[in-house]
């Protein structure tokens, strides 16, 4: 259980693999027969699981490091996962290289995000027989409410307990579905992760009812926090709507400025995939500070901050409430 109480810099892109490299990576063979669903979310051209061997690990690639983690829970010793992207990326419009891809060479299944967060890997994977799972297929999405991006899904619901849930119980399924022998013990450790997460939110919510009404206004760099904002009862105000979209632009910060200065906003924050720089500005020029950092698109290193999703969301959740006490 994480540790929650009462309450970056973007890695270096190398050159971008090829289709081919990333499809070769990704699956053992292709077809050219069309992609049929056969559970929420899923992508298998064939209508059935590539067969896992008696002893034989799951081999799941995921596109991200959160996403990775998620299956490890709910996977135990009958997986072994790898990430596309590592601690510290930026999982916005990434460009996979060939050694990313050799991480994941082999692949039984796929996990993405959706909702428009990780798209870079429909155009490695399709017209081979990679069974995709889209993890955030069923969730309920919000849209985005400015910039190019308005009206498209958030990506961002992972964010969530609630919508953590949804991810946990879609990546239990379709290991199932890969694996019929360990459909129980996933469906178990899924409860079981579930659980943990309804402790947490449970946890946070009592801390937000804590911070003062007039407080209870989260201001961050990237609008990555609409889902939690919305469960936790939190205003969101932010610098840019998402990562793929101009960052930091001169009206975006005197907008935000104007607003914290009006309201009297005493905490910042920024996320640890993108500069803080525009947002130093912003309390700059307000007089209200830049407090602690924040994780969304990646965990840390396993001796770092947030090594499990559980343990971003605590990190999160405890930084948030604090800083907007204090």
């Known amino acids: 259980m994480p540790k929650f109480r ?30 049929t669903p056969d ?33 490890r829970r709910v996977g135990g010793e009958r997986v072994r996962v790898e990430s596309v992207t590592t601690p510290g990326a930026d999982v916005h419009q990434y460009e996979p290289t060939v050694d990313d891809l050799r991480r994941v060479e082999g692949a039984d299944l796929v996990l ?12 490695f994977i399709d017209g081979t027989d990679a069974r995709h799972v889209v993890a955030g297929a069923e969730v309920d999405p919000i849209p985005v409410r400015s910039g190019n991006h308005t009206g498209r899904a958030n990506p961002h619901a992972w ?35 579930i659980a943990d997460l ?23 760099c990237e609008g990555a926090f609409p889902y939690l904002a919305r469960d936790l009862g939190l205003e969101e105000l932010y610098l840019w709507p998402v990562n793929s979209e101009n960052q930091g632009l ?25 500069s803080g720089a525009a947002m130093e500005q912003v309390a700059d020029e307000t007089g209200s500070r830049l407090a602690g950092l924040l994780y969304v698109d990646s965990l840390s290193t396993p001796t770092g901050p947030v090594p499990t999703y559980l343990d971003l969301l605590d990190h999160d959740l405890e930084t948030i409430t604090r800083e907007l006490t204090s």
């Open 250 to 274: 001169p009206r975006q910060v005197t907008a935000l400025i104007d607003q914290v200065r009006h309201r009297g906003i005493p905490a910042l924050f920024c996320e640890s995939t993108v």
């Open 112 to 123: 993405s995000n959706g909702l428009g967060l990780d798209d870079w890997l429909l155009r």
């Open 39 to 71: 559970v929420a979310g899923v992508r298998d051209p064939g209508g059935t699981p590539r067969p896992v061997h008696a002893g034989d690990p799951v081999v799941v690639a995921t596109t991200f490091t959160i996403l990775a983690d998620m299956a």
């Open 198 to 220: 309804e402790r947490l939110a449970t946890r946070a919510r009592a801390a937000v009812a804590a911070v003062p009404a007039d407080r209870r206004v989260l201001v961050t």
């Open 6 to 35: 009462p309450f970056g810099t973007r890695i270096h892109r190398g050159a971008l693999a090829s289709s081919a490299a990333l499809a070769v990576a990704l699956v053992t063979t292709t077809a050219a027969s069309a992609c």
């Open 159 to 193: 964010m969530s307990p609630h919508e953590g849930a949804v991810y946990i119980r879609t990546i239990a399924t379709a290991l199932g579905e890969v694996d019929p022998d360990g459909a129980p013990e996933y469906a178990a450790r899924a409860d079981r992760y």
